[in-house]
């Protein structure tokens, strides 16, 4: 990275780093969470019983096969889902306890980032960003002053004028976590964002996503690919029909 990256970046998210940096504490908190999306089809079950603890700053991989649990853990998280049974705290809020109108409170501290990208064809790289601001109803000038500064932290100063259709997967995915980023949220959640790349925008995925942690940020990053999570190298939590069997703090991805 190049120093007057860090410094812009620094300039934006100095709180969050004092924050998570010199003061240790548990950002995520999963307490025996079972989610079951249909309680009268016993086999509609997401997860079940799963304790974990991520404190700030962390960088954590979320793995399994396919079904067995990553996003549903994912939406739990956000409060897209709602638990079955178990407590689910993020930072300060509870979130099973949440009602739907406090709900884009908890969103403004998470930054979410899908496989699929989900910008809008219609705006701009620069637009795209710009409206997490707007829909949060922060000033224009705040728009004018932090847009460029995230548009600079995943190197796309250049392409702000472009729509996603003028972008590569590897482009749209760095919109889309600058997107993430908009809020300066204290984690960032992914689901499964090099799912549509190939391996070199994979790699600067991780990079980037890596970088962010690096910052300050608490990462979250749901995969399935066992080349990524290896070369990630950091703690793996691991999936296998929505039951948590291992939890290891430099994992390597090894379910079959
Ligand atoms: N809305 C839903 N209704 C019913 N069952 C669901 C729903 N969403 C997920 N499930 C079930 O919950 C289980 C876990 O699904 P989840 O999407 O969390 O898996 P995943 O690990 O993210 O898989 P993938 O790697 O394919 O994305 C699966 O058995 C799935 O069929
Ligand atoms: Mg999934």
Redesign the pocket.
């Known amino acids: 990275m190049n120093p007057s990256h860090v410094i812009i970046v620094l300039s934006h998210h100095h709180y969050k780093l004092l924050a998570t940096n010199y003061k240790l504490f548990t950002m995520i908190n999963f307490q025996n969470v079972t989610k079951i999306?249909?309680k009268v089809n016993k086999e509609?079950?997401?997860i079940e019983d799963v304790t974990f603890q991520i404190e700030a700053g962390e960088f954590v991989s979320l793995v399994?096969k396919?079904?067995?649990?990553?996003?549903?853990i994912l939406k739990l998280l956000i409060g897209e889902e709602k638990p079955t049974r178990g407590r689910i705290l993020v930072g300060e809020y509870e979130v099973n306890k949440l009602k739907n109108n406090e709900l884009p409170h908890l969103r403004r501290q998470i930054g979410v980032v899908f496989q699929d990208f989900k910008l809008l064809p219609s705006k701009t790289a620069y637009e795209n960003i710009a409206f997490a601001l707007e829909a949060a109803g922060r000033p224009q000038s705040e728009i004018e002053e932090f847009v460029p500064q995230v548009l600079d932290m995943v190197g796309l100063s250049h392409k702000k004028y472009n729509f996603p259709h003028e972008l590569s997967g590897g482009e749209k995915q760095r919109v889309a976590i600058a997107r993430a980023m908009i809020h300066n949220p204290a984690v960032i959640v992914a689901d499964?964002p090099t799912g549509n790349l190939d391996d070199i925008n994979t790699e600067e995925i991780i990079k980037l996503l890596m970088r962010i942690n690096e910052l300050g940020t608490t990462v979250i990053f749901?995969s399935?690919n066992k080349d990524v999570i290896n070369k990630v190298n950091k703690r793996v939590i691991s999936?296998v029909d929505?039951r948590l069997v291992r939890d290891e703090a430099q994992g390597k991805y090894i379910i079959m």
């Open positions: 999306y249909d509609a079950i997401g399994g396919s079904g067995a649990g990553k996003s549903t499964e749901a399935h999936l929505g």
